[in-house]
């Protein structure tokens, strides 16, 4: 279990609701006793409130959260016989599920790679393969990944729909900013970054002219977290005043995850039980955004996360590890990169409401003693959503509590985990609660 000083104490709560399910910790500007007088969860208020209200949201999803479209060119060279393609027009790379069946899971991992390139330190597709990403402004392509298999890939579906029951309409107070969540921002980011950045400031600004110059709420999950914030600090703070009403958080991994370790040294097949692991290992190791999900030493601090026969790596042994593992590549771009993503998390200057689950199992610590790096290790497991570790989930709550100005609520949500906070009824209610508080009165007092 992560050290309590990575999360939050009993002493530290301010206001805990005894059913268990909900803790909400809020730090305001001088008018908190005004906006504490409304309940925060009020559903009857929110159904009632005429839709003309809305403040626009934008969706930001988390890493393999909306669909990626590829097209082969003729420079493309398949690295299985099976892999060639006679198709000249885009397709779904991301997500067709029929392609995770062997022999094919080797051709959809080949294409889904990265390149890196040490002299110019950057990342690109790798040759042949030109992607783009569907449906952007909407939330088409992160409602269902693969909408042929809608039962089994539906991402934000049940969000999105919450949402709709109260007013909300596409293309006019609900917009969607998928990416390509392969690449990072940061100081040696690829121009598909920086024109993700520069699409989503437009899309915010878009949505605040559509709607009558009415602030946006950026709702953002998981890896979508840290794309806004990262988002919001480059913006000046007049900019954040005029278009931003709130930031609602859910599941980001501010810290990073010790199952992301797992996934570096020996592959993550994500729960599908037909897909090698040792098969999609290297394209998860080539993608540049699973470098910034890595367990960080501020969350992590020295306690052993990996276990070997000959050592033991905490979140400051990294570059070791990758190099032990095999991966000695990936130490450049972590080095030119990650510390620069996650060595200083500042607030975002906006009201911000995190949400995120606890109590469920999570892995915490990973044993290979018995077996080497190409095998499923042994896990010990702790508190967290099921993905991310509790102290991950909470890391930038004491901190940004200390700044003076940051208003800050916390919701944690007992036994959700981290995609089913997405689909239970109960969370969703709890996410569309904190979008629809977000009233016209409310908004005139943070701008």
């Known amino acids: 279990m992560c050290s309590i000083s990575c999360g939050f104490t009993p002493q530290q709560l301010c206001h805990y609701r005894k059913s268990g399910e909900l803790i909400t910790r809020k730090r305001s500007f001088a008018t908190l006793s005004q906006r504490s007088r409304a309940s925060l969860f009020s559903v009857g208020r929110a159904q009632a409130r005429n839709k003309h209200h809305l403040a626009p949201v934008v969706i930001v999803p988390g890493t393999g959260g909306n669909q990626l479209e590829a097209r082969l060119t003729a420079d493309y060279e398949a690295n299985k016989p099976w892999c060639y393609s006679f198709r000249k027009d885009y397709f779904r790379l991301w997500l067709d599920v029929k392609t995770l069946f062997p022999p094919f899971t080797t051709c959809f991992a080949d294409r889904l790679s990265l390149d890196y390139n040490p002299q110019s330190d950057a990342y690109s597709n790798i040759k042949g393969v030109k992607t783009r990403v569907p449906f952007f402004g909407t939330t088409e392509g992160m409602e269902y990944l693969d909408p042929s298999l809608k039962f089994l890939t539906g991402y934000m579906i049940h969000l999105v729909n919450a949402l709709k029951a109260h007013g909300y309409e596409s293309g006019k107070s609900l917009y969607g900013a998928p990416y390509d969540f392969r690449f990072a921002p940061g100081p040696h980011a690829s121009n598909v970054a920086l024109e993700y950045l520069k699409d989503l400031k437009d899309l915010i600004e878009t949505a605040y002219s559509v709607n009558a110059n009415e602030p946006v709420v950026i709702l953002a999950h998981s890896m979508g977290g840290l794309w806004t914030l990262f988002f919001l600090n480059q913006q000046s703070m007049e900019w954040r005043n005029k278009y931003v009403s709130r930031f609602v958080s859910v599941a980001t991994p501010w810290g990073g995850a010790v199952e992301q370790m797992m996934t570096f040294a020996s592959g993550n097949p994500e729960g599908v039980p037909f897909v090698n692991s040792l098969v999609v290992r290297e394209e998860q190791r080539r993608s540049e955004s699973n470098l910034w999900l890595l367990p960080v030493r501020r969350c992590f601090r020295d306690r052993p996360l990996v276990i070997t026969s000959s050592r033991n790596y905490t979140a400051g042994d990294m570059e070791q590890f990758l190099c032990d593992i095999g991966f000695p590549e990936g130490v450049a771009p972590y080095k030119s990169r990650i510390p620069h993503l996650t060595d200083i998390l500042q607030p975002p200057q906006v009201p911000v409401t995190l949400i995120h689950g606890y109590g469920v199992p999570t892995a915490e610590t990973l044993s290979y003693e018995k077996?080497?790096?190409?095998?499923?290790?042994?896990?010990?497991?702790?508190?967290?959503?099921?993905?991310?570790?509790?102290?991950?989930?909470?890391?930038?709550?004491e901190e940004w509590e200390r700044v003076a100005g940051q208003e800050l609520e916390v919701i944690a949500l007992h036994g959700k985990q981290h995609m089913q906070i997405l689909h239970d009824d109960h969370s969703v209610q709890v996410i569309v609660d904190a979008i629809l508080n977000v009233t016209p009165q409310e908004q005139l007092m943070f701008h």
């Open 371 to 397: 077996k080497g790096f190409d095998n499923h290790p042994e896990i010990t497991e702790g508190d967290g959503d099921g993905t991310v570790n509790v102290c991950s989930l909470t890391a930038v709550v």
